[in-house]
C-alpha cells in the first residue's frame, strides 16, 4: 500500500520559508519512484484544495499555480523517494494544509486539474504564516 508522509509544515512570519518533504513508500514492485508524478495542493478552512505544484518524472518538469509562481520550488529526490516544496516569501494568504499526492498515470501538466483526483494523497502538514 502507497503511503506519503508530509513533514516540515509549521508557524512562520510572513516573508519567511518553509520548506516540506512528502515521503513516499509501498511502491507497486518493479516500478520505481522516478516514474510517478508528483503534486502538492492546499486548503484553507472553508475553501477548495487547490493545486500549488507538480513535477514529472525523471527529468523533472514543473508547473506551478500563478499565485505561487517566482515564490515556491517543488524539486523531488528520486534517490530518497522524496519530493520537496520550499516555500519562500510566504504570505498569509499561503495558510493552509499542504498535501502531496503521488499519480501513476498522470502527466505533470494534468496535476492542476486533478486537486481531487490524485492516485494517493498523504494526510497533509499545516503552514500557518502569521502577518
Known amino acids: 500500500q502507497v503511503q506519503l508522509v508530509e513533514s516540515g509544515g509549521g508557524l512562520v512570519q510572513a516573508g519567511g520559508s518553509l520548506r516540506l518533504s512528502c515521503a513516499a513508500s509501498?511502491?507497486?514492485?518493479?516500478?520505481?519512484?522516478?516514474?510517478?508524478?508528483m503534486g502538492w495542493f492546499r486548503q484553507a478552512p472553508g475553501k477548495e484544495r487547490d493545486f500549488v505544484a507538480a513535477?514529472?518524472?525523471?527529468?523533472?518538469?514543473?508547473y506551478y499555480a500563478d499565485s505561487v509562481k517566482g515564490r515556491f520550488t517543488i524539486t523531488r529526490d528520486n534517490a530518497k523517494n522524496t519530493v520537496y516544496l520550499q516555500m519562500n516569501q510566504l504570505e498569509p494568504e499561503d495558510t493552509a494544509v499542504y498535501y502531496c499526492?503521488?499519480?501513476?498515470?498522470?502527466?505533470?501538466?494534468?496535476?492542476?486539474?486533478?486537486?481531487?483526483?490524485?492516485?494517493?494523497w498523504g494526510k497533509g502538514t499545516l503552514v500557518t504564516v502569521s502577518s
Open positions: 499526492a503521488l499519480d501513476g498515470t498522470a502527466t505533470a501538466a494534468m496535476v492542476y486539474s486533478r486537486a481531487y483526483a490524485m492516485d494517493y
Open positions: 509501498g511502491l507497486t514492485f518493479g516500478r520505481t519512484f522516478s516514474s510517478y508524478v
Open positions: 513535477i514529472g518524472w525523471s527529468r523533472g518538469s514543473t
